[in-house]
């Protein structure tokens, strides 16, 4: 299936309250999703047997700080059966008392194990029922996010020190 | 002259300083670990092509007890450095370190919250090895610098101090 295929199956099942505006970049379209709804649509776009997403690529965050909601997380899925491959995000936002949260797609796509807890510790972003919510890369001391846009590149001496205290 | 002379040469007069210095930098034993790409140039200076047996040092061993030189050979990350400064911990006296590469010379184009800036931080670093990384003629040329400074050395009157720094 092509690229605009696969978008219109996922609004003739979701409709338009679940995915919206479509980008078509070079041939190739991002769906932005409800973020409640991710894990309803991961599991469609695995099980389908036309769509057969059975491989997720990668999960990544944006920082699209000072714009509101602030973050996305990024789905890149291919299906090794099929040979074609799509990308979905997910926009969600923080609030003074609320983490940035999102359903963890563990249960659909083992791959997404690494790739959430980088992206949790890069964007502070929290993924629900994550099996394993450690850190990944950052010393587990750390409680910064360094690939925030209001984080400072250095770091400082106090959130980043050289050795463990 | 001299006594030398009345032993029909067999034996070689010198003072103990010199012979100490001499032995330690004739066998300097690297420990061989590598931190990132530095580290292929540094195999490629240990084999054939470039040879360090010429110089005593082609057995790199293992085992920080066992070793005499630190080729600190990389971008040092912070969650590298604990380990980097237990391996020196470890290592037996006399130790030397030469910090390879503009990543463990100053911390180099990583300038960021994530890399250690310049090893000498924290370890006592005896040549500097600048390039990115350093062709391997400037390892060694980086080695036949400490071999000179080690002939230099008190080694017998006034042996160097060794400790690991406290913070920047």
Redesign the interface.
């Known amino acids: 299936m092509n690229q605009l295929e696969i978008g219109d199956k996922l609004l003739d099942k979701f409709g338009l309250e679940v995915i919206e505006t479509p980008a078509t970049f070079r041939d190739q379209m991002t769906l932005t999703v409800a973020a409640d709804k991710i894990l309803a649509v991961c599991k469609f776009l695995k099980e389908d047997p036309e769509l057969a997403f059975d491989f997720l690529s990668f999960v990544a965050g944006v920082d699209r700080h000072p714009a509101k909601p602030r973050f996305e997380v990024i789905y890149q899925i291919k299906s090794l059966k099929h040979n074609h491959r799509f990308r979905i995000k997910a926009r969600i936002d923080e609030s003074e008392t609320e983490p940035a949260t999102i359903d963890s797609v563990f249960s659909i796509w083992r791959t997404a194990d690494w790739h959430e807890r980088e992206t949790a510790e890069m964007f502070g972003i929290v993924f629900r029922n994550h099996p394993d919510p450690r850190k990944l890369l950052l010393p587990e001391e750390w409680t910064v996010h360094p690939l925030r846009k209001d984080f400072p590149l250095f770091g400082t001496e106090k959130d980043t020190p050289d050795l463990p205290a | 002259m001299g006594i030398e002379r009345h032993l029909n040469d067999t034996v070689h007069v010198t003072n103990l300083e010199w012979f100490v210095n001499w032995a330690r930098k004739s066998s300097m034993w690297p420990l061989g670990f590598g931190l990132a790409c530095c580290a292929l140039e540094m195999i490629a200076t240990f084999v054939s092509r470039y040879d360090l047996a010429r110089f005593g040092m082609e057995v790199a061993r293992p085992s920080p007890r066992h070793a005499d030189l630190m080729i600190v050979s990389g971008t040092a990350s ?2 590298m ?2 380990a980097v ?1 237990r391996i020196y911990e470890q290592m037996a006296e006399p130790r030397w370190v030469i910090a390879m590469g503009a990543c463990a010379c100053t911390g180099g184009i990583y ?4 890399v ?1 800036q310049g090893i000498d ?2 370890l006592p670093v005896d040549v500097y090895v600048p390039g990115c990384p350093p062709r391997p003629e400037s390892l060694m040329d980086g080695i036949l610098q400490l071999h000179a400074k080690v002939m230099r050395e008190q080694s017998i009157h006034n042996p160097r101090t060794f400790e690991i720094k406290k ?2």
């Open positions: 912070k969650k450095l604990p400064l300038k960021n919250y994530a250690v931080r924290y913070g920047a």
